[in-house]
């Protein structure tokens, strides 16, 4: 197991997980662990969500939410290590030591800083920092590969620029480079509107919805009156269905959006059915949960004290 290539990804306890979420980054992620070729780390990004999530009851449901999500879409809680990020103290140590060398114009140039900006919002601190300790993330366990949505691409960049940045003025090679793996034809799952489904957009198709938010939903998908084909419906169809049997449905239900929107439905309910299963004996016994983060945060405590003392003396500070 020690010598395996690492595995690792994190999602925000940010909000109720979307199918954009699924598809973008739960599947590709479990797959890849599925493989048994990784050692393989979750990860529950509290403190990056802290930004966005400044509500004790909402933070504290959440995590213990997205933990339950990554064990109920597959992952083997004997195989991994799930935990959360705030309980292990390095992520944000290797944040501040990575902020020491990156430069504010090089931080200006990430997306996710440019359109608040063009936005005139104003952004708190940490998510102008957001990159960093997302670097801290990823480069304290040695990752090798990092499965991510198309936008986060740049947060990868940033985080291999990072880790050449530390070894070459450190001149050591204390960090691995990671890659980032985006899954073709699944890039952004697009949501109700078109748009990409984001939970800041108001588009969403909900992961653990009831069947009827799914109705509400799916029947809100916004369809071009013009055409005979339902850009938006089909786009999200083809994720749950072979384009074969789609190009069938879709030509002999030609202009009626109505009955395309009911298979859809069908067809969603069908496909997640067992995650659903899953996620519902998952929660009823909390225990479970608490058992996986427990160990899980030994783990990464563990792997990620050792990096520490590497950094720590790669710097001159032990
Ligand atoms: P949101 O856009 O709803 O705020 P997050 O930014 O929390 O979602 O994204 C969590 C993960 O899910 C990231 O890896 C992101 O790339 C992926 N993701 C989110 N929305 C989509 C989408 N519409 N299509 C593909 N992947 C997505
Ligand atoms: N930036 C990711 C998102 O969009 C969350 C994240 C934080 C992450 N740290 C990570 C993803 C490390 C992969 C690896 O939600």
């Known amino acids: 197991m020690?010598?395996?290539p690492v595995l690792l990804t994190g999602i925000q306890p940010s909000g109720d997980l979307h199918i954009g979420n699924y598809f973008g980054a739960m599947k590709p992620f479990v797959e890849l662990a599925q493989?048994?070729?990784?050692?393989?780390?979750v990860m529950v990004v509290d403190y990056h969500a802290l930004n966005t999530v400044q509500d004790s009851d909402q933070m504290r449901r959440r995590i213990r939410e997205i933990a339950m999500a990554y064990l109920a879409v597959g992952l083997d809680p004997n195989e991994?290590?799930?935990?959360?990020?705030?309980?292990?103290?390095?992520?944000?140590?290797?944040?501040?030591?990575?902020?020491?060398?990156?430069?504010?114009?090089?931080?200006?140039?990430?997306?996710?800083f440019k359109d608040a900006e063009a936005k005139n919002k104003e952004i708190s601190v940490?998510?102008?920092?957001?990159?960093?300790?997302?670097?801290?993330?990823?480069?304290?366990?040695?990752?090798?590969?990092?499965?991510?949505?198309?936008?986060?691409?740049?947060?990868?960049?940033?985080?291999?620029?990072?880790a050449e940045k530390f070894n070459r003025i450190f001149k050591e090679e204390v960090f691995t480079l990671p890659e980032g793996h985006i899954q073709s034809g699944v890039e952004i799952v697009p949501?109700?509107?078109?748009?990409?489904?984001?939970?800041?957009?108001?588009?969403?198709?909900?992961?653990?919805?009831?069947?009827?938010d799914l109705v509400k939903a799916v029947m809100s998908i916004v369809t071009d009156s013009s055409g005979e084909r339902p850009q938006n419906v089909y786009a999200i169809h083809k994720l749950v269905r072979s384009e074969e049997e789609l190009e069938q449905m879709y030509t002999e239900h030609k202009g009626n959006y109505k009955v395309l929107k009911e298979f859809l439905i069908e067809d969603l309910d069908r496909y997640f059915a067992p995650i659903r299963a899953k996620h519902e004996e998952l929660k009823s016994d909390d225990s479970i949960v608490d058992l996986v983060l427990e160990a899980g945060?030994?783990?990464?405590?563990?792997?990620?004290?050792?990096?520490?003392?590497?950094?720590?003396?790669?710097?001159?500070?032990?």
């Open 35 to 41: 493989t048994g070729g990784y050692q393989t780390y």
């Open 126 to 162: 940490g998510t102008f920092n957001y990159p960093m300790l997302m670097a801290a993330d990823i480069l304290l366990y040695d990752t090798t590969l990092v499965p991510v949505g198309k936008d986060n691409k740049q947060h990868i960049e940033i985080t291999r620029d990072t």
């Open 297 to 318: 945060k030994r783990e990464a405590r563990a792997v990620s004290e050792t990096k520490m003392e590497q950094v720590r003396r790669a710097i001159g500070v032990a």
């Open 80 to 112: 991994i290590i799930l935990f959360q990020q705030s309980a292990v103290p390095a992520h944000t140590e290797l944040a501040w030591i990575f902020d020491a060398i990156t430069t504010m114009p090089y931080l200006m140039r990430a997306h996710a």
């Open 2 to 4: 020690a010598n395996k």
């Open 191 to 212: 949501g109700t509107d078109g748009q990409k489904m984001s939970k800041s957009y108001g588009n969403v198709i909900q992961l653990f919805g009831s069947h009827d």
